[in-house]
């Protein structure tokens, strides 16, 4: 079983635990509503585009307002059974939802007060690692400061390099993708001058 596969039955145990109702990390979103969008995502061609298309974003809106009023057990068992046969996500899913998956899983564990970090694998923290080198750059693109990624032993990737002091950002991966997706709620230890640092956490991280 891959990650995305054991990251989206974790999902669906942990959103089941904490109710439709439950705050997340997507802003103000809730479990139910997050649940729709992964829905949609895997299961609607048509609005899907949405998500990353300005223009169609509408369109998505409203689809996503209507899955969300369908109950919420049965949004979860679509999101645990994944893509449908159809989908072009499904022959990618180990890849594509890989991060999708983690993020939003953490997204529901972290909305909620007392989280504390999972411990991964080490296969696993390999596999985010790999993955957060391919979006680094994609990620930090609108900070107004350099940033370099780097992990405790030692691994690093410049993410994003305008000249000047860097702000260095150390964790584990799973604690630097999720920053990278722009949450805030994660353990890294941080250096640079408190202003660039402020600058880069509050800058825009979206893919």
Known sequence: ???AQRERAALVVTMTEAGPDAPTLCGTWTARDLAAHLVVRERRPDAA?????KPLAGYLDSVQASAARRPFAELLEQIRTGPPWWSPLRPVDA????T??????????RGRSGWQPRELSAEDETQLW???????????RKSPVSVVLATPDGE???????????VVLTGKPSELVLHAFGR?????????????VRAVFEADRSI
């Open 184 to 196: 805030n709620e994660v353990r890294l230890d941080t250096s640079g001058s408190p202003e660039n």
């Open 1 to 3: 079983m891959s990650m």
């Open 49 to 53: 585009p949405g998500i990353l298309l």
């Open 156 to 166: 690093r990737v410049t993410a994003h390099n305008i000249g000047g002091d860097a």
């Open 100 to 109: 999708e998956m983690y993020v939003h899983h953490e997204d529901v564990r």
């Open 95 to 98: 890849v594509a939802n890989l």
């Open 130 to 140: 790999k993955a957060l080198r391919r979006m680094a750059k994609m990620a930090y």
